[in-house]
C-alpha cells in the first residue's frame, strides 16, 4: 500500500527530449508537491498544487509543467530536456493538520 | 539568507553512542513546524520527527528526540544509541505559518552522518 507512488523510479533521457513523471498519493491528501533535489543533495520546492489549483510555482523553467487531473494525482511534464535537469524529483503530499509524505523519488539523467 | 541552515555536512559516530544534528533556523512567524527527515543510501525521505512552535515539551520518536530550543531558534535531532542503519543523510525542514493549503517545507543542506561498527 504505497502512500506517495511515483512512475518511473529512474528516467534516463537524450537532450531535447520531453518527458513526463507521474505522482499518485492514496492518502487523501489535499496538497501535492514537486521538489528537486540536485547533484549536492538540496531539496528545493517547485510546485505546489491545492485540489488542483497551482498554489506555489517557485522560479523554474516554463519548460516544466505539472498538471493536477485530480487532487490526487500531480503529474510533471518537462519539455526540451537540458544536462541540468538531471536530479531526483520527489512528488509529496500533505494535508492540513497533518505532515509530509514523500514518494521514493524519480532520478532522471539526461545524456 | 538562508531559512534552515545544517552546519555540518559530515558526521562520524561510533555504534550505540549518541549523536546530535544541529539545526538553526531563521523565521519571523510566530506559528511554524520543524521537522526532521532520513535519507538513506536507497533515496527516500522517511520522516522521523516534529516540533510545533507552540509546542510545550520537545519532541520524541523512539530513538530520536529533539532538543528544541526556541530562543536560540535550534532544533537539533538528537539520535540515541547509534545503528549502524542511522547511517544516512539527514535534513532538517520547516513550514512556516500554521498549516495551511501550499505551506510548503524549507530545507536545510543536510547532513551525512557515519555509523563506524
Known amino acids: 500500500d504505497t502512500a506517495v507512488s511515483q512512475t518511473p523510479k529512474y528516467l534516463v533521457t537524450q537532450m531535447g527530449n520531453d518527458k513526463s513523471i507521474k505522482c499518485e498519493q492514496n492518502?487523501?491528501?489535499?496538497?501535492m508537491y514537486w521538489y528537486k533535489q540536485d547533484s549536492k543533495k538540496f531539496l528545493k520546492i517547485m510546485f505546489s498544487?491545492?485540489?488542483?489549483?497551482?498554489?506555489i510555482n517557485e522560479t523554474v523553467p516554463n519548460r516544466f509543467s505539472p498538471k493536477s487531473p485530480d487532487k490526487a494525482h500531480l503529474n510533471l511534464h518537462i519539455n526540451s530536456l537540458e544536462l541540468g535537469d538531471s536530479a531526483v524529483y520527489f512528488c509529496a503530499s500533505s494535508r492540513t493538520g497533518g505532515g509530509y509524505t514523500f514518494g521514493s523519488g524519480t532520478r532522471l539523467t539526461v545524456v | 539568507a538562508q531559512k534552515i541552515t545544517q552546519t555540518q555536512p559530515g558526521m562520524f559516530v561510533q555504534e550505540k553512542e549518541a549523536v546530535t544534528l544541529d539545526c538553526t533556523y531563521d523565521?519571523?512567524?510566530?506559528?511554524?513546524?520543524l521537522f526532521w527527515y532520513k535519507q538513506p543510501s536507497s533515496g527516500e525521505m522517511i520522516f522521523l520527527i516534529y516540533?510545533?512552535?507552540?509546542?510545550?515539551q520537545n519532541a520524541t520518536e523512539g530513538r530520536y528526540s529533539l532538543n528544541f530550543q526556541k530562543a536560540r531558534k535550534s532544533a537539533n535531532l538528537v539520535i540515541s544509541a547509534s545503528q549502524l542503519g542511522d547511517s544516512a543523510m539527514y535534513f532538517c525542514a520547516m513550514r512556516e505559518g500554521a498549516y495551511n493549503a501550499g505551506n510548503m517545507l524549507t530545507f536545510g543542506g543536510g547532513t551525512r552522518l557515519m555509523v563506524k561498527p
Open positions: 498544487y491545492n485540489n488542483k489549483e497551482l498554489i
Open positions: 523565521t519571523s512567524d510566530p506559528s511554524y513546524g
Open positions: 516540533q510545533g512552535s507552540y509546542d510545550q
Open positions: 492518502l487523501g491528501h489535499d496538497t
